[in-house]
T-cell receptor
Framework: DTEVTQTPKHLVMGMTNKKSLKCEQH?????MYWYKQKAKKPPELMFV???????INESVPSRFSPECPNSSLLNLHLHALQPEDSALYLC?????????????FGEGSRLTVL | AQSVTQLDSQVPVFEEAPVELRCNYS??????LFWYVQYPNQGLQLLLK??????LVKGINGFEAEFNKSQTSFHLRKPSVHISDTAEYFC????????????FGTGTQLKVEL
């Protein structure tokens, strides 16, 4: 099983809503990532978890709150978002953070903030 | 810090013609290099990677790339493209010891026409 599964595939929310994006992998990987991708742009790293601990936060606004309940799951909690936060949010995993940089990506959750 | 340049934002090509997508990188240390493909409304899929050893690497779907250290390039090639190759292609680099922190190029839209 070499899949990274993300839910929901599409999410529409208002600026006052609270919602969550979920990501799951069963490859035994110990590092998980959140990327944000705006239209026609490359993915931008948001967060990295290594062994269920946050290891990198790329100065992401606090309205995005990551959580890693266990080594297979990664959540991104969303609250008080802005319309400019509308984007494709990609989850990825890798065996660790000290190996060769090969990441496995999910298909993404497309978020629209009204 | 590393950086990646993809000079061509769009590359139109006829079906069954050869194609080359260019990628140049900048880094002061050893690097790992990757090409990812993104089909419309999907996540990223790894095409191929260069970690060490032979400078010519072969990937999925008939793609190959050559690592040229002196020219700091990692161009992607396919001898005969198919309509199904129409997608966005991202070159990415991570630095040895850099903790799997991928830096992506801006992407090249490959459009295969009949």
């Amino acid at each position: 099983d070499t899949e990274v599964t993300q839910t929901p595939k599409h999410l529409v929310m208002g600026m006052t809503n609270k919602k969550s994006l979920k990501c799951e992998q069963h490859m035994g990987h110990r590092a998980m990532y959140w990327y944000k991708q705006k239209a026609k742009k490359p993915p931008e790293l948001m967060f990295v978890y290594s062994y269920e601990k946050l290891s990198i936060n790329e100065s992401v606004p606090s309205r995005f709150s990551p959580e890693c309940p266990n080594s297979s799951l990664l959540n991104l909690h969303l609250h008080a978002l802005q319309p400019e936060d509308s984007a494709l949010y990609l989850c990825a995993s890798s065996q660790g953070v000290s190996d060769t940089g090969e990441l496995f990506f999910g298909e993404g959750s497309r978020l629209t903030v009204l | 810090a590393q950086s990646v340049t993809q000079l061509d934002s769009q590359v139109p090509v006829f079906e069954e013609a050869p194609v080359e997508l260019r990628c140049n990188y900048s880094s002061s240390v050893s690097v790992y290099l990757f090409w990812y493909v993104q089909y419309p409304n999907q996540g990223l899929q790894l095409l191929l990677k260069y970690l060490s050893g032979s400078t010519l690497v072969k990937g999925i779907n008939g793609f190959e790339a050559e690592f040229n250290k002196s020219q700091t390039s990692f161009h992607l090639r396919k001898p005969s493209v198919h309509i199904s190759d129409t997608a966005e292609y991202f070159c990415a680099v991570s630095e040895s010891g850099g903790g799997n922190k991928l830096t992506f190029g801006t992407g090249t839209q490959l459009k295969v026409e009949l």
